[in-house]
C-alpha cells in the first residue's frame, strides 16, 4: 500500500542548493512521509524542508544531525544522520589490489568531503598493510578532481597516470569513474569501483568498495513503520562491519585470482575481532 517517487534536481551533475531544496520541497508538497536524500551535499535542502515541514521524516545518507541554521540553533528531530566505516571498505580494496598483485595504485576522489576522505585514507592504509605483509614496493597515486562527475582533464590526468605505471585506480566519487574507465580502457590499466557493485560497468573494473545503501535505508524504514524513529532522529547513526555486514568487496563478481574469498573473509573477521583497527581520520589525507 506504499508509493514512492523519484526526485531529481534539476541540472544533474551541476545542481544548486536551491535546485536540490527544490526538489525536497517538491516531494514534501506531493506527500511524501518519508524523502530518503542521499550525498553530503543535500545538507542545506534537508535542513530547508525539515524546518518547514516538521511531520516528516528524512533520512540522510552519508549525512549527520542537521540544525536549524548552518551550525547553530536545534537540532531537527526528523532528520536522521547516517555514516558508514567508509574507511573499512577502503582498506580492504587496498589490501585485496595488493595481494593480488598490483603495486602501483591510484585514488581518484571526487570531492574532498568526509565520505571520500574515508575511503581514500583506509584505502592507503590497506595497501600499506599488504606491502609490509607481502615485502613489496608500493606506489601510490592520490589526488581529488573537486567534482563528481568526469571530465576531459581528469581522464587526461588517469591516462597520464596509467602511462606513468599506474595499473588500478581506485575511482571515489559519483560520476567521476568515467574518467578512470575512459583512460583505462586506452592504456590497459584497471579500475577499482565504489559505494555499489559497479562490476557491470567495465570488465576492467576488479573489484568494488561498497557500502550498504540499500541495507541501511530498509533498517531505517523499517523502524519508522514500527514507530522507532527516535532510535535515529536528530542524531548520526554510524555503520561498518562492527555493526552488520554494510561495508565490503562482493565476492561473488570480483576478477581477483590470487586473492582469495578465504583471505578477505579471514581480514575482515580481524578488523571484527578489533585486530586490525582501520582509521577513520578525515584530516589525515
Not at 100 to 129: C, H, N, S, W
Not at 131 to 155: C, D, H, L, M, R
Not at 172 to 196: L, P, R
Amino acid at each position: 500500500g506504499k508509493t514512492y517517487k523519484y526526485y531529481q534536481p534539476a541540472n544533474g551533475s551541476n545542481a544548486t542548493d536551491n535546485d536540490r531544496i527544490d526538489a525536497a520541497t517538491l516531494a514534501c508538497e506531493n506527500g511524501a512521509e518519508v524523502v530518503v536524500a542521499a550525498g553530503f551535499l543535500q545538507e542545506n535542502a534537508l535542513r530547508a524542508a525539515a524546518t518547514k515541514y516538521p511531520d516528516v521524516h528524512f533520512i540522510f545518507i552519508d549525512g549527520y544531525p542537521v540544525t536549524e541554521k548552518k551550525g547553530e540553533g536545534e537540532v531537527l528531530k526528523n532528520v536522521a544522520g547516517i555514516a558508514f566505516d567508509e574507511q573499512q571498505s577502503g582498506y580492504l580494496a587496498g589490501y585485496a589490489a595488493v595481494m593480488e598483485g598490483y603495486t602501483k595504485l591510484g585514488f581518484l576522489g571526487g570531492m574532498a568531503v568526509p565520505a571520500v576522505i574515508r575511503y581514500g585514507y583506509g584505502f592507503v592504509q590497506g595497501a600499506d598493510a599488504a606491502a609490509k605483509e607481502t615485502g613489496a614496493e608500493v606506489e601510490i597515486n592520490y589526488t581529488y578532481g573537486g567534482q563528481f562527475s568526469g571530465s576531459p582533464e581528469i581522464t587526461a590526468k588517469m591516462e597520464g597516470w596509467y602511462q606513468n605505471g599506474t595499473e588500478v585506480v581506485f575511482a571515489c566519487g559519483g560520476g567521476i569513474y568515467t574518467s578512470a574507465v575512459e583512460a583505462a580502457e586506452k592504456n590497459n590499466g584497471k579500475v577499482i569501483g565504489v559505494d555499489v557493485d559497479q562490476s557491470y560497468i567495465s570488465d576492467l573494473i576488479i573489484t568494488s568498495a561498497m557500502k550498504g545503501l540499500q541495507n541501511v535505508t530498509e533498517s531505517l524504514l523499517e523502524s519508522l513503520n514500527k514507530g522507532e524513529w527516535e532510535t535515529y532522529g536528530g542524531k548520526v547513526s554510524n555503520f561498518g562491519l562492527l555493526e552488520g555486514e554494510y561495508v565490503g568487496l562482493p565476492t561473488e563478481t570480483w576478477s581477483l585470482e590470487n586473492f582469495t574469498v578465504e583471505d578477505y573473509e579471514a581480514v575482515k573477521d580481524q578488523i571484527k575481532a578489533g585486530e586490525i583497527e582501520v582509521s577513520n581520520a578525515t584530516d589525515a589525507m
